[in-house]
Each structure stands twice: as C-alpha cells, then as structure tokens.
C-alpha cells in the first residue's frame, strides 16, 4: 500500500462514515451503497489534499510513521551504508536514520541484471547530523546484521 493511502485510510473511512449519515438523513431516496461511495470518493480526494496543503502551510510537517520533520533546503551529505540486510527497504532505512536526524533521501543499490538488492546503499542527510549519524549507527545492530556507516567518497571518473 501507498504511504499516502496508508496515512489517509483512517480519515477516509471517518469522511465515508459521516457522508453516509448526512445523505441518510438529508434523503433517504439515495441507495446505501451510493452514499458510502461517494462518501470514499469525496475522503478518497479531499483528505489527501487537505492533508498536503497542511503539509506546504508549515515549515514542519508531521511524516507517516509520526515523527515531525523540517522541509530542509540546508547542506546536505552523503552516507555510504553497508552491510544492510538484502530485505531492507528504502522505508525501514529511512526511518533507521530519522531517529538520529534529517533524512533527505534513501537509495539503496539494486543489480541490474537480476534486480536484487545488493547490500549497501546511499542516504543524504543533513550536513548537521552527519557525524551525528555515523557515530551512532556505525557498528550498530539492524534487522540482524552490523552496519558499516561512513561518508561516502566521490564516483571516481573511469
């Protein structure tokens, strides 16, 4: 399920649940069915887009798993992250990392005959945090394995 679907479905529902009583009250010449659909369909649209426009209203805005995070337009650095277990996920890493600071991005490497995971990966934080981050979470335990966590260095020209 999509991260947005999934921190919206709650409110969706609450929206169906309320359309469904006003047009049971309103008219009851209208099916059930009908008014808890369009129910889902009005929560479906407008609880996504109140919930970006409160996001784009704030500086902060509250992310899916509820940690409350900055837009960053700051420095940014770079982190090289090995010896990630071949079931992590871009999610699973982010949200490792949001516990020590800013997380601007996650990518995690792929083979590209195959499509597999390949162990190791990529995170931009924020400049600030990045010492921050490599002292706490170099050496440390995730999903079973012990992550090596540095500053990455520059792709060398070939």
């Known amino acids: 399920m ?10 969706t529902i609450v929206v169906a649940i309320v359309a469904y009583i006003i047009f049971y009250f309103i008219n009851s010449e209208i099916p059930t ?7 889902v ?25 509820g940690i409350v995070g900055e837009e960053f337009t700051g420095d940014s650095a770079t982190l090289y992250v090995g ?3 071949y079931r992590a996920n871009e999610e699973a890493v982010q949200q490792l990392f949001e516990t020590k600071g800013v997380v601007i991005n996650v ?12 162990g190791f ?3 931009e934080v924020a400049a600030k945090d990045a010492d921050k981050m490599i002292n706490a979470l170099n ?11 540095r500053e990455a260095k520059d792709r060398q020209e070939q």
Not at 107 to 118: C, E, F, H, V, Y
């Open 2 to 11: 999509l991260p947005i679907l999934r921190a919206t479905l709650p409110f």
């Open 107 to 118: 990518r995690l490497m792929k083979d590209r005959q195959t499509g597999r995971r390949r």
């Open 139 to 149: 050496d440390s335990e995730f999903q079973e394995r012990t992550l090596k966590v």
């Open 41 to 65: 369909l009005l929560g479906g649209v407008l609880v996504p887009i109140l919930r970006d426009l409160k996001g784009k209203g704030n500086a902060a805005h509250r992310s899916d798993d």
């Open 121 to 123: 990966g990529f995170v």
């Open 83 to 85: 010896n990630l277990p």
């Open 33 to 39: 069915a009908l008014s808890v659909v369009i129910g």
